[in-house]
């Protein structure tokens, strides 16, 4: 956790392996936070997106003492997504973006396209607006994959690495239930 946000990052055997399972855990977290938010008064609904971003980082356990470990990922494919998140709460950006979608960088949406030529992805132009990302004034949009059928099914052809998903998301599902009657 950071803050109010969660950072994970997939660094495995191949890109199109770490681009697939982030935008399929990507995926199951949109529908999470889309179905906990129909169970709750909306008062308390949690309405934050989920950001993907593909690049370099340096990882490992930096700053810890003792036996804590600290893991850190730093790095401009880290940093993007720390300008991209205060631009989410601008209510036109918002509007754009609608709720069942996942937010992609450019490099992200790059190497989506190259490894799942298949998936639909559309480009909000964030100069359109009149927003701009501090620290990185080349990156001039970002990309929005909806979760509709058909990214749904193309996330789905993947079969043997959406089993391995659904095994280790079951795994959380209790501590799921548990959050959720708290």
């Not at 992805?121 to 949009?141: C, N, Q, Y």
Request: charged share 25%; hydrophobic share 40%; net charge negative.
């Amino acid at each position: 956790l950071v803050g109010d946000l969660v950072f994970s990052y997939f660094d495995l055997e191949s890109e199109k392996t770490s681009i697939w399972s982030a935008l399929s855990c990507a995926a199951a977290l949109v529908g999470v936070n889309d179905e906990w938010n129909k169970k709750i008064d909306e008062s308390n609904r949690v309405s934050r997106f989920v950001l993907v971003s593909f690049g370099k980082a340096i990882v490992g356990n930096i700053g810890g003492i003792s036996s804590s470990r600290e893991i850190t990922a730093m790095g401009p494919a880290v940093n993007i997504l720390s300008r991209i998140d205060p631009l989410t709460k601008d209510p036109v950006l918002q509007a754009r973006i609608g709720s069942a979608s996942i937010i992609l960088t450019r490099e992200a949406a790059d190497t989506a396209r190259s490894h799942l030529g298949q998936i639909e992805l559309r480009e909000i132009s964030l100069a359109e607006l009149g927003l701009g990302l501090r620290d990185f004034p080349e990156e001039r949009s970002i990309w929005i994959m909806p979760l509709d059928l058909e990214n749904e099914k193309h996330l789905a052809e993947d079969r043997p690495m959406q089993i391995r998903w659904e095994r280790q998301y079951e795994s959380i599902e209790p501590a799921l239930r548990d959050f959720e009657q708290q």
